[in-house]
């Protein structure tokens, strides 16, 4: 698993609870000051994942007011953006007077060298959301680009900013099929997702270094290729296609990475099939079928070479597996 520390409210005296957990958010974030109505007895948790120079903090709390103010800058600022992803409730962000409100179907980014009140939570519900720092440092984009993050709207609906949520809510999620040695590299995928978003959305494409620009079209062709894994006309050609690119230069994207395009859309229809075969009541020529396989052989012979074992032998194991 991850590196990870966790923090609970419950652990703690009830007296103690708001000012640990507000030292904990500024250690974190920013120096803040925070506001709330249930500071005699305020309830929170959260867990900070380690990625390298990227941390990644999935938390619930009771309704609070964050203050990034003018003071608190001219103390401290780390120079970082935090970005942050509700899932339960909304977050208004109130800046010079004006506000805006993110839900689930937006970023709300938050500059450490700007003044800003963020209002989380309301009376009656928690806030469940996934928190991203990223020291601006490491976003390839030119200086005077960062004047305008705060401005625009970061979509989660669709492009850069649904495949960054995506990733956001899966860490927050389950972080089991990774390892401690994964948080470095975890974090260079949300810096050129976040870096690809930013450009897009401020029209900054041609700053990025061209080995963000692969890195963001390689990770957009595997979600594709995930959404349409139950298409027998899925092809090198269609993706190639679907992302205005030739299908040599689809194959170059891939060099780089450990399968090549076809090997690995091969083997996660084999590792779905895989996990369906866990589920007696299913016939095993209608997982094939539903991946993609046509003939019953070439699945046996596929599967078994990637599992040490034929479908049917793996049905037996799984099932007698989850009995005991």
């Excluded at 103390?75 to 800046?95: F, I, M, N, T, Y």
Aim: aromatic letters at 6%; glycine letters at 4%.
């Amino acid at each position: 698993m991850l590196t990870e520390r966790l923090f609970r409210t419950d652990d703690l005296p009830p007296a103690d609870r708001f000012d640990c957990w507000r030292e904990l958010v500024s250690g974190t974030h920013a120096p803040l000051d925070l506001r709330s109505d249930h500071r005699a007895d305020f309830l929170a948790s959260q867990r900070v994942l380690d990625l390298g120079a990227v941390s990644v903090w999935p938390t619930t709390f009771q309704p609070v007011c964050f203050r990034r103010t003018p003071k608190l800058i001219r103390q401290s600022d780390p120079e970082g953006l935090h970005l942050s992803l509700s899932l339960h409730g909304a977050l208004r962000a109130v800046r010079s007077n004006e506000e805006t409100v993110h839900g689930p179907d937006s970023l709300c980014v938050v500059d450490t060298s700007r003044p800003v009140d963020v209002h989380a939570g309301d009376d009656s519900r928690p806030h469940t959301g996934v928190g991203l720092e990223v020291p601006k440092a490491l976003l390839p984009l030119p200086r005077h680009t960062f004047d305008r993050v705060t401005t625009v709207r970061l979509s989660t609906r669709e492009g850069f900013g649904a495949l960054l949520a995506q990733l956001l809510t899966q860490l927050a999620n389950d972080t089991s099929p990774y390892q401690a040695a994964d948080g470095p590299r975890l974090g260079t995928v949300v810096i050129d997702l976040l870096s690809a978003l930013l450009a897009h959305v401020l029209d900054a494409d041609r700053s990025l270094p061209p080995e963000t620009h692969r890195q963001a079209l390689v990770l957009r062709i595997r979600a594709f290729v995930q959404q349409h894994l139950h298409d027998p006309q899925l092809t090198p050609r269609t993706i190639a296609t679907a992302h205005h690119i030739s299908r040599s230069y689809l194959y170059r994207l891939f060099e780089d990475e450990e399968e090549s395009i076809a090997a690995w859309i091969r083997g996660q229809r084999l590792e779905h099939a895989r996990r369906d075969l866990a589920q007696p009541a299913t016939p095993i020529h209608a997982i094939a079928a539903c991946w993609c396989f046509t003939h019953a052989a070439d699945f046996t012979r596929a599967f078994r070479r990637a599992y040490g074992m034929s479908p049917r032998e793996y049905r037996r194991f799984a099932i007698a597996h989850s009995a005991m």
